[in-house]
């Protein structure tokens, strides 16, 4: 894994995070997103899962579109989100792009980088991904 930006999710907020990361992707870099549970979404927690359960909800089994329960997935899906997903170059950037529960053993002597501009200072309100994936009806 030569030149490639690992990126600690931990207290960040889920949307700051994403729009760092997903100009950096558009800009050639290779990201590794550890500990991506431990992202927080900011507002009130009941609403925030209503929000979620709708995505999941729509659409049909067979067709999609498709939400996942999974947090590491959910960040993609969210970063996904951020990209010009349906053109090549946002192709590519997504796939330049990893997610992890936790931290893989690989990565564990690696230095990590925090997006300072993410971080949540003393939010009253918020909901991690790791309790928002469980109410989506993730096993963890």
Do not use: H, W
């Not at 209503?50 to 999941?56: A, I, N, P």
């Not at 590519?92 to 990893?98: D, I, Q, T």
Request: proline fraction near 5%; charge should be positive.
């Amino acid at each position: 894994m030569e030149n490639v930006t690992i990126i600690d999710a931990t207290n960040a907020i889920l949307g700051r995070l994403g729009t760092n990361v997903a100009k950096r992707l558009l800009n050639g870099e290779n990201i590794v997103i550890v500990n991506s549970e431990k992202a927080i979404i900011i507002g009130n927690k009941k609403t925030i899962i209503e929000e979620y359960m709708k995505k999941r909800e729509l659409g049909t089994s067979r067709k999609g579109p498709f939400f996942p329960r999974m947090p590491d997935r959910i960040v993609k899906r969210t970063i996904r989100g951020m990209l010009p997903y349906q053109q090549p170059k946002g192709r590519s950037a997504l796939k330049r792009l990893k997610c992890y529960i936790g931290i893989p053993d690989e990565l564990k002597d690696k230095k990590f980088e925090v997006v300072e501009n993410a971080l949540a200072s003393n939010p009253v309100e918020y909901i991690t991904v790791e309790e928002l994936s469980k109410y989506l009806g993730a096993e963890i």
